[in-house]
């Protein structure tokens, strides 16, 4: 008689949650078509990623740069003339740097 009890309080709740279903719908999705971004296309001349990309064709790092830049730029050595050799030699890599910085948009290639 107990389980009786248990399995029509089981098919009681079933049934109430089955009738309630038409009742539980979700709203129709919103138009949230002002909120996607635009694709601006930029000419080249505009783009400081160009800009970026061309600065890394100019850099000038030696196989052993590691080695020798680590201990200036952790201040473990102060090497003077080595810093100042590898500031001539990518005296072409901060000029695309600095045309890439007053361009007004970076935008990344798309990635197909």
């Known amino acids: 008689m107990k389980y009786a009890f248990i399995v029509l309080g089981v098919i009681l709740v079933a049934l109430l949650i089955f009738a309630c279903m038409p009742f539980a719908r979700d709203i129709p999705p919103q138009n949230a078509s002002d909120l ?4 601006v296309t930029l000419p080249p001349y505009q ?3 160009t800009y970026f990309c061309a600065a890394t064709n100019y850099l000038y790092e030696p196989t052993n740069y590691y080695a020798i830049i680590d201990p200036i730029l952790s201040g473990k050595a102060n090497d003077d003339a080595t810093a100042a050799l590898y500031t ?5 890599v901060f000029k695309q740097i600095s045309k890439g910085l007053e361009c007004s948009a ?3 290639p798309e990635v197909s």
Do not use: L
């Not at 996607?36 to 694709?39: C, E, L, S």
């Not at 001539?88 to 072409?92: C, G, H, I, L, R």
């Open 106 to 108: 970076c935008q990344a």
């Open 88 to 92: 001539e030699k990518n005296a072409e």
């Open 47 to 49: 783009n400081a990623f």
């Open 36 to 39: 996607v971004p635009r694709k």
